[in-house]
């Protein structure tokens, strides 16, 4: 059922796609169709706000996975061994905290973004607010797919933590360690959105 | 299966489709005659009948084998021929070949068959009879063979451009006198047969064609609205007057045909002419299209510089389109909204605006780019913004569908599970 859905979303926009740059090619005016149009014509808006809609949402579903497995196993392997529980909010926290990382740069990302009233006509003004719709989008879905993939790895980092140590409580200090290797990818992915910003 | 009984059908349907085709075969006369009796016999043809190949090649053979020794023949073919064409009369009631018709009143035997299938096969045949097939190519170096049996195929070359059909025919039709006067100098029996591959239009229009071009080219009457400027690269359309507003005061241009000029540079093309209003002012416009160095290919309308020759000043103003007019070469432009050029204090507004420079000949405009996109940027960019949001739906409902309820020890008849609450 989901394979016939995932066909049914790539055939359709593929289909789409097709048929639209079909329709310009063969009437002759395959020139239209232009990757270079689409980006300067596009509103410059559009990049910004979709790249800080991407960074908190990715993020958060980064998170929220993560969130779900650790916290899945943790109350699982807390039915017969309650001790677990608290120690293992730890993960939870890494989990959480990748959520933040991508709140905070969506929050630094909107500060940069203001709409302007005037309309430009200036070429160097206009490249530059074009540069900096460009720079918001790209840190935005770096920041967000980065995260993403962090609270994956750390939600199933945590989830493997809760369940040996609640089979065997030696081994939780050691699968620590683990999953602050995992975190730091988060925090790789919030340093290069940062300084990417840092030059609008 | 249904896709294998598919397949079949579609075999079947083209296999119709080709055979139909080749069985959909062309009728053309044929006209034949000789150039001395053989003997007293004559073989004669029913006139209405539509003979076959082999009815056409017996019907020919039976005319050879009259002769005593093999006689030349001469065949004339054409690209299309039919019936029409012979009967066709000018005003003055002449047809399209008097040579020919002078040839026939001397010759013997005229058989004049109506429709008959692919006569040029049923000639072919003469070749296993002991004929030689020789196709004469030029004519300068035809040479004219002694003894007969041979059978020379001359097939005339197309019309010209711009010649129309009876002119054409009538050209043939001297070539054809020629060549056969010739012949008949020098060989003792000749048979000429006067045919075709395929059969022609009927009743070819007695006006050139040109005339189709003359209609799209009439000037408009003077109380027509529409604006057309044509010089020999340029061609500009607007379907009501040019509208002037100069400081809140707005006149409406009426273009003077005769003052329509170009003008063309390495960079630029222009045209340039004269506006009569309804005061006394006459306004001059020069439309400057440049082609594009920034984007070969393609040309812009840059500005229109207006001129304005009133009786006390003479003044000229650079006037610049509201939105960029550019097209690529080979393509014109189109805008049904309004389309403006503007300058300080001064704005000039056509109405249906159509233009093309860099034609190389102006009968008509080559497909327009318009201004009103189907495609707008901002369509693209929902589109865009619409396939992640479907993304992530489509994402969700798989997620969703992936839930699965921890039933594995469930069992309804069974006890159900206390949990005892330690501290």
């Given at each position: 059922m989901r394979t016939t859905i995932a066909y049914l979303y790539i055939g359709f926009f593929s289909l789409l796609v097709t048929g639209i740059i079909l329709f310009y090619l063969l009437t002759g005016r395959g020139e239209a169709l232009s990757i270079a149009w689409f980006l300067e014509e596009t509103?410059?808006?559009?990049?910004?706000?979709?790249?800080?809609?991407?960074?908190?949402?990715?993020?958060?579903?980064?998170?929220?996975?993560?969130?779900?497995?650790?916290?899945?196993?943790?109350?699982?392997?807390?039915?017969?061994?309650?001790?677990?529980?608290?120690?293992?909010?730890?993960?939870?926290?890494?989990?959480?905290?990748?959520?933040?990382?991508?709140?905070?740069?969506?929050?630094?990302?909107?500060?940069?973004?203001?709409?302007?009233?005037?309309?430009?006509?200036?070429?160097?003004?206009?490249?530059?607010?074009?540069?900096?719709?460009?720079?918001?989008?790209?840190?935005?879905?770096?920041?967000?797919?980065?995260?993403?993939?962090?609270?994956?790895?750390?939600?199933?980092?945590?989830s493997g933590a809760a369940i040996s140590d609640a089979a065997n409580s030696s081994l939780f200090v050691k699968i620590l360690i683990i999953e602050i290797f995992a975190s730091a990818i988060g925090l790789f992915g919030l340093i290069v959105g940062v300084y990417m910003t840092s030059r609008i | 299966m249904a896709g294998g009984r598919m397949c079949f059908d579609i075999f079947f349907c083209c296999l119709v489709v080709i055979f139909g085709g080749s069985c959909g075969a062309e009728?053309?006369?044929?006209?034949?005659?000789?150039?001395?009796?053989?003997?007293?016999?004559?073989?004669?043809?029913?006139?209405?009948?539509?003979?076959?190949?082999?009815?056409?090649?017996?019907?020919?053979?039976?005319?050879?084998?009259?002769?005593?020794?093999?006689?030349?023949?001469?065949?004339?073919t054409e690209e299309n021929l039919s019936v029409e064409d012979f009967s066709w009369q000018?005003?003055?009631?002449?047809?399209?070949?008097?040579?020919?018709?002078?040839?026939?009143?001397?010759?013997?035997?005229?058989?004049?068959?109506?429709?008959?299938?692919?006569?040029?096969?049923?000639?072919?045949?003469?070749?296993?009879?002991?004929?030689?097939?020789?196709?004469?190519?030029?004519?300068?170096?035809?040479?004219v063979p002694e003894h007969g049996g041979v059978v020379m195929v001359l097939e005339m070359e197309n019309a010209k451009v711009d010649e129309d059909r009876p002119d054409f025919l009538r050209r043939h039709d001297c070539l054809i006198s020629s060549?056969?006067?010739?012949?008949?100098?020098?060989?003792?029996?000749?048979?000429?047969?006067?045919?075709?591959?395929?059969?022609?239009?009927?009743?070819?229009?007695?006006?050139?064609?040109?005339?189709?071009?003359?209609?799209?080219?009439?000037?408009?009457?003077?109380?027509?609205?529409?604006?057309?400027?044509?010089?020999?690269?340029?061609?500009?359309?607007?379907?009501?007057?040019?509208?002037?507003?100069?400081?809140?005061?707005?006149?409406?241009?009426?273009?003077?045909?005769?003052?329509?000029?170009?003008?063309?540079?390495?960079?630029?093309?222009?045209?340039?002419?004269?506006?009569?209003?309804?005061?006394?002012?006459?306004?001059?416009?020069?439309?400057?299209?440049?082609?594009?160095?920034?984007?070969?290919?393609?040309?812009?309308?840059?500005?229109?510089?207006?001129?304005?020759?009133?009786?006390?000043h003479t003044n000229k103003m650079v006037l610049t389109p509201e939105s960029g007019i550019v097209a690529p070469v080979m393509f014109s432009y189109h805008c049904s909204s309004k389309t403006v050029f503007k300058a300080v204090n001064i704005s000039l507004t056509f109405q249906n605006f159509q233009a093309q420079p860099y034609m190389e000949k102006t009968k008509a405009f080559d497909d327009a780019y318009n201004c009103e996109l189907f495609f707008t940027p901002p369509i693209w960019s929902g589109l865009f913004v619409t396939s992640i949001l479907a993304f992530i739906m489509m994402w969700g409902l798989a997620m969703i569908m992936d839930i699965r309820t921890m039933d594995q020890y469930d069992d309804p008849k069974g006890k159900t599970i206390t949990i005892s609450v330690s501290e």
């Open positions: 509103s410059p808006y559009l990049w910004a706000s979709t790249g800080i809609g991407l960074c908190v949402g990715l993020s958060v579903v980064g998170a929220a996975v993560g969130i779900y497995t650790t916290g899945a196993s943790i109350v699982g392997g807390g039915v017969k061994a309650p001790r677990i529980k608290t120690k293992n909010l730890i993960s939870v926290i890494f989990c959480e905290a990748v959520a933040i990382y991508g709140l905070i740069t969506a929050i630094v990302l909107s500060g940069t973004t203001a709409l302007e009233v005037t309309e430009v006509t200036d070429m160097v003004q206009n490249a530059r607010k074009m540069m900096a719709a460009y720079v918001t989008f790209g840190a935005g879905l770096c920041v967000g797919l980065v995260d993403l993939f962090c609270g994956l790895c750390v939600g199933s980092v945590g | 009728f053309v006369p044929v006209l034949v005659w000789e150039s001395n009796k053989p003997t007293d016999v004559q073989i004669s043809s029913p006139a209405l009948k539509k003979y076959s190949t082999d009815d056409f090649a017996d019907f020919f053979i039976n005319k050879l084998s009259a002769f005593g020794k093999k006689p030349l023949v001469v065949v004339f000018d005003l003055a009631e002449n047809s399209v070949f008097p040579h020919l018709e002078s040839v026939i009143a001397t010759a013997a035997n005229v058989d004049f068959i109506p429709s008959v299938s692919n006569p040029l096969k049923a000639l072919q045949r003469l070749e296993k009879l002991g004929y030689q097939w020789q196709t004469v190519r030029d004519l300068e170096t035809m040479n060549v056969y006067s010739r012949l008949v100098s020098q060989a003792d029996d000749v048979v000429a047969v006067y045919t075709g591959r395929y059969s022609s239009w009927i009743e070819p229009e007695n006006e050139p064609v040109l005339h189709r071009v003359r209609r799209l080219l009439v000037e408009p009457a003077p109380n027509a609205t529409v604006m057309l400027m044509n010089t020999s690269s340029i061609l500009i359309y607007a379907s009501d007057k040019p509208q002037v507003t100069e400081s809140d005061i707005k006149k409406i241009l009426t273009l003077l045909p005769d003052t329509v000029k170009r003008k063309e540079s390495a960079t630029y093309q222009s045209v340039r002419a004269k506006f009569s209003t309804n005061s006394t002012d006459q306004i001059i416009l020069e439309f400057f299209f440049f082609n594009s160095t920034s984007s070969p290919g393609y040309w812009s309308l840059e500005n229109v510089t207006y001129y304005i020759n009133s009786p006390n």
